[in-house]
């Protein structure tokens, strides 16, 4: 009887779930995995990896803006769903668990892929695929334990959000609307 013979290269994937749940793949300059590192290393050491931002918008057309829970006394309002891509996750299974995790909403809901690009953030080159969800439809719910506040705006409340007080917002929500990804 032979089994396939298993390479070092093969080894990570092969580990339970459990066991790999907080393994993050470090990429290239070109986005590609080629090494996992635990998460608590590509943070500290601040290694190029996979992230994902999903932009959810309701039946009315309006964008869901969100306060995360943070010790900063005074949070900015972002996208209402960030996560890392872990080792073995697809980009698209990342914004799904991000949906669930935040707002207990499904995989049933519809999921677009907007773009996927290089993005600085902070001191960290990153590859981020941004996402569309939508339209939501159910009963709106949000983890408290994660978020401070949500809102849903539409396009005319964003202008002049943006126009009147720009720095309540993520520098990646002004990004986002000048590349017309938002509506």
């Not at 635990?38 to 918008?57: T, Y």
Request: charged content about 30%; some cysteine.
């Amino acid at each position: 009887m032979n089994k396939p013979r298993i390479t070092d290269d093969d080894f990570p994937y092969l580990l339970n779930e459990e066991a790999r749940k907080n393994l993050v793949e470090i990429t290239d300059n070109a986005g590609l995995p080629f090494l996992l590192m635990p998460e608590h290393i590509v943070k500290k050491k601040k290694m190029r990896h996979r992230i994902i931002f999903v932009v959810l918008k309701d039946k009315k057309n309006r964008i869901l803006f969100v306060k995360k829970k943070t010790s900063e006394t005074n949070p900015l309002w972002e996208f209402p769903c960030y996560g890392i891509v872990f080792a073995g996750e697809s980009a698209e299974g990342t914004a799904y668990k991000e949906l669930q995790e935040n707002f207990y909403i499904d995989d049933s809901i519809k999921m677009h892929e907007i773009t996927t690009l290089p993005y600085l953030q902070g001191d960290t080159s990153v590859t981020a695929t941004v996402f569309r969800a939508g339209p939501f439809s159910g009963t709106f719910r949000y983890n408290e334990e994660k978020i401070q506040d949500a809102m849903f705006v539409d396009k005319e409340e964003l202008n002049g959000l943006l126009a009147y007080a720009p720095d309540i917002f993520n520098p990646i929500i002004t990004w986002a609307k000048r590349a017309n990804w938002l509506f």
